[in-house]
T-cell receptor, first 109, second 113 residues
Framework: DAKTTQPTSMDCAEGRAANLPCNHSTISGNEYVYWYRQIHSQGPQYIIHGLKNNETNEMASLIITEDRKSSTLILPHATLRDTAVYYCIVRVYTDKLIFGTGTRLQVFP | DSGVTQTPKHLITATGQRVTLRCSPRSGDLSVYWYQQSLDQGLQFLIQYYNGEERAKGNILERFSAQQFPDLHSELNLSSLELGDSALYFC????????????FGDGTRLSIL
């Protein structure tokens, strides 16, 4: 599975969009990009995933660059409850998730 | 609520002991995964079962074992416990595996005294 690089931490004002970047320059053609988050010590929560096209669901949007070497998770209107560690994971048809250190997002009032 | 249930939520025991952690997957999910999260190692994959059969193995110690029962619930057995086994243990499930998202339970916090 390809390695990902994420900033260690980010801040975002409540109500603003939070844009979390992820670099995965060694991604291969059949690897998906997944995003999970972990709030405090709760279980990781699935957010969204995609292969090539941009994806949107009720939680977030995922923008994948055309060359697929990077992606951005967008939380359109961040709230205090979005404060968490966000993990970007790329995986092919293997079942395990390999978690890196993620980005600690702090949403402030 | 992810639909994945883990029991117990907290477990405190002593070195050398044996414990069993239990996981009930989401209704209809055939795959169960176990992960360990310790302060120094982060979240690490331990093992996966699919419909009762072991499917993939990660960095699971020989002192640890798991199984998945016919009703699809799973148990993770940890024996000869050491201080370093103190961690959060998460279970996740997915319908069949592969590229389907995994959904996680709230974990069992194991403390070894």
């Amino acid at each position: 599975d390809a390695k990902t690089t994420q900033p260690t931490s980010m801040d975002c004002a409540e109500g603003r969009a939070a844009n979390l970047p992820c670099n995965h320059s060694t991604i291969s053609g059949n690897e998906y990009v997944y995003w999970y988050r972990q709030i405090h010590s709760q279980g990781p929560q699935y957010i969204i995933h995609g292969l090539k096209n941009n994806e949107t669901n009720e939680m977030a949007s995922l923008i994948i660059t055309e060359d697929r070497k990077s992606s951005t998770l967008i939380l359109p209107h961040a709230t205090l409850r979005d404060t968490a560690v966000y993990y970007c994971i790329v995986r092919v048809y293997t079942d395990k998730l390999i978690f890196g250190t993620g980005t600690r997002l702090q949403v402030f009032p | 609520d992810s639909g994945v249930t883990q029991t117990p939520k907290h477990l405190i025991t002593a070195t050398g002991q044996r414990v069993t952690l239990r996981c009930s997957p989401r209704s209809g999910d055939l795959s169960v995964y176990w992960y360990q999260q310790s302060l120094d190692q982060g979240l690490q994959f331990l093992i996966q079962y699919y419909n009762g059969e072991e499917r993939a193995k990660g960095n699971i110690l020989e002192r640890f074992s798991a199984q998945q029962f016919p009703d699809l619930h799973s148990e993770l057995n940890l024996s000869s416990l050491e201080l370093g086994d103190s961690a959060l243990y998460f279970c996740a499930s997915s319908p069949q595996g592969g590229n389907q998202p995994q959904h996680f339970g709230d974990g069992t916090r194991l403390s070894i005294l």
